[in-house]
């Protein structure tokens, strides 16, 4: 009878290990929950940059006359806003698994926060926040350079998009970069 309470212990000490050991997975929080914070004069209004900026309305595009004619073109057969290989540009986190949405994300707010800064539930606290390397340890994405910035806007502003113009990655840059002062 020792020897199972033993055996018990034991698989239940690293069923523990391993189940509180593991990170919670980081959910999508969606642009509101990321305002509240970074709207203000001390964070360099990012909120309202983005706002102002066709990300805020990328997911409207493809409701859009232009956008469904583009697609009858393409041979889509669904509406621009009901079809992933449009919303991976336009709101690219509509087509995550929707056990990764916080009850609060819109798609319709188009090409949000976490697009480019990663999922925020676990970096999103102002605890975590004042703390970069707590924040990246927490998910927040670092980007080591403008040529990885760039990387990652020319995952939608290339060729594959059916109304690409070329891009100058200098020239935009510099309409939706949102510096913390």
């Known amino acids: 009878m020792n020897n199972k309470i033993f055996y018990l212990i034991i698989i239940f000490f690293f069923f523990s290990v391993v189940?509180?050991?593991q990170k919670k997975e980081n959910k999508f929080i969606g642009v509101k929950a990321c305002s509240m914070c970074h709207k203000t004069e001390k964070q360099g209004k990012q909120f309202d940059i983005w706002k102002q900026a066709k990300h805020a309305s990328a997911f409207n595009t493809l409701l859009s006359d232009k956008a469904i004619e583009i697609a009858k073109e393409k041979g889509l057969t669904s509406a621009p806003s009901e079809t992933a290989e449009c919303l991976s540009c336009h709101a690219p986190v509509s087509i995550a698994d929707a056990n990764l949405l916080e009850k609060n994300f819109d798609i319709k707010d188009g090409v949000q926060c976490e697009i480019c800064h990663g999922a925020g539930s676990n970096y999103k606290?102002?605890?975590i926040m004042k703390d970069k390397a707590k924040s990246i340890a927490a998910g927040l994405t670092e980007y080591a350079d403008s040529v990885a910035v760039e990387t990652q806007c020319k995952k939608c502003h290339n060729e594959k998009s059916p109304?690409?113009?070329a891009f100058v990655?200098?020239?935009y840059w510099e309409k939706i970069k949102h510096p913390k002062p």
Do not use: N
Request: hydrophobic share 50%.
């Open 163 to 165: 109304t690409f113009k």
């Open 19 to 21: 189940v509180f050991s």
């Open 169 to 171: 990655f200098a020239e």
């Open 125 to 127: 606290s102002p605890a």
